[in-house]
């Protein structure tokens, strides 16, 4: 596949999740994601509405649901994307809880995902595993099942990281194994740690069909 950087760009959620973000950082954001031409801004909840104030046509909205650490209340997570799509929200990335996939307890990650998948019936839902951690915690199989749990829950995408685990973020080896296992049915997207345009093509080679970047201009500008 020739990736050049209008074909990356339409396939990029630039994203800002610092704890520190402002109304003025993120009307920033989405003013370059215009012009950068990307498919999606994605922004922390309490920043829905500057996104949607700032937000022009042709570029989507995301939003994250337990975010960074998954360890929330399912009801919780679901109400917080019903409320997240009612801001203006078009897709919800929503974090597992990591440990209750570690044990191996993957009734349990299923049904945190359906919790939020029938608050958001008609929302593009991608469901955060932090493949790092499972990999170096629980290994391949973990990952493997949590990637079943969210398709038979009926995601549409798997998405490798927060970017926020000490663990590291998104890996060609995570990557190959979400998309053996899920692909296509469910997509995948790569996100944590992609800084370079070697990187995200690394992401996209393996099967990668969305990538999660903050520093998305200079991945694109390594691109022709």
Same mark, same amino acid.
């Given at each position: 596949?020739?990736?050049?950087?209008?074909?990356? @760009?339409?396939?990029?959620?630039?994203?800002?999740?610092?704890?520190?973000?402002?109304?003025?950082?993120?009307?920033?954001?989405?003013?370059?994601?215009?012009?950068?031409?990307?498919?999606?801004?994605?922004?922390?909840?309490?920043?829905?509405?500057?996104?949607?104030?700032?937000?022009?046509?042709?570029?989507?909205? @995301?939003?994250?649901?337990?975010?960074?650490?998954?360890?929330? !209340?399912?009801?919780?997570?679901?109400?917080?994307?019903?409320?997240?799509?009612?801001?203006?929200?078009?897709?919800?990335?929503?974090?597992?809880?990591?440990?209750?996939?570690?044990?191996?307890?993957?009734?349990?990650?299923?049904?945190?995902?359906?919790?939020?998948?029938?608050?958001?019936?008609?929302?593009?839902?991608?469901?955060?595993?932090?493949?790092?951690?499972?990999?170096?915690?629980?290994?391949?199989?973990?990952?493997?099942?949590?990637?079943?749990?969210?398709?038979?829950?009926?995601?549409?995408?798997?998405?490798?990281?927060?970017?926020?685990?000490?663990?590291?973020?998104?890996?060609?080896?995570?990557?190959?194994? !979400?998309?053996?296992?899920?692909?296509?049915?469910?997509?995948?997207?790569?996100?944590?740690?992609?800084?370079?345009?070697?990187?995200?093509?690394?992401?996209?080679?393996?099967?990668?069909?969305?990538?999660?970047?903050?520093?998305?201009?200079?991945?694109?500008?390594?691109?022709?």
């Amino acid at each position: 596949m020739n990736w050049t950087r209008d074909v990356v @760009a339409q396939m990029v959620d630039h994203t800002l999740l610092k704890p520190e973000a402002t109304d003025a950082d993120v009307a920033l954001l989405v003013e370059e994601a215009t012009k950068l031409g990307v498919y999606a801004v994605c922004v922390s909840p309490s920043m829905l509405s500057a996104a949607v104030r700032s937000a022009t046509s042709g570029v989507l909205i @995301a939003s994250v649901v337990g975010f960074p650490s998954g360890k929330h !209340m399912s009801e919780i997570k679901a109400r917080e994307a019903a409320l997240a799509v009612a801001a203006g929200a078009d897709e919800i990335d929503m974090v597992i809880d990591v440990g209750a996939a570690v044990r191996g307890d993957f009734a349990a990650v299923r049904s945190d995902i359906v919790a939020v998948r029938a608050a958001v019936p008609d929302s593009v839902l991608k469901v955060i595993v932090e493949s790092a951690a499972l990999l170096d915690l629980a290994g391949e199989q973990t990952l493997v099942n949590v990637c079943l749990a969210a398709a038979e829950a009926d995601a549409e995408f798997v998405k490798t990281s927060t970017g926020f685990h000490p663990a590291g973020g998104a890996s060609v080896r995570a990557v190959e194994i !979400m998309v053996s296992t899920v692909g296509p049915t469910v997509e995948v997207k790569a996100s944590g740690g992609i800084r370079t345009s070697a990187d995200a093509v690394a992401m996209l080679d393996a099967g990668a069909t969305r990538l999660g970047l903050s520093g998305t201009r200079a991945v694109l500008d390594g691109l022709s």
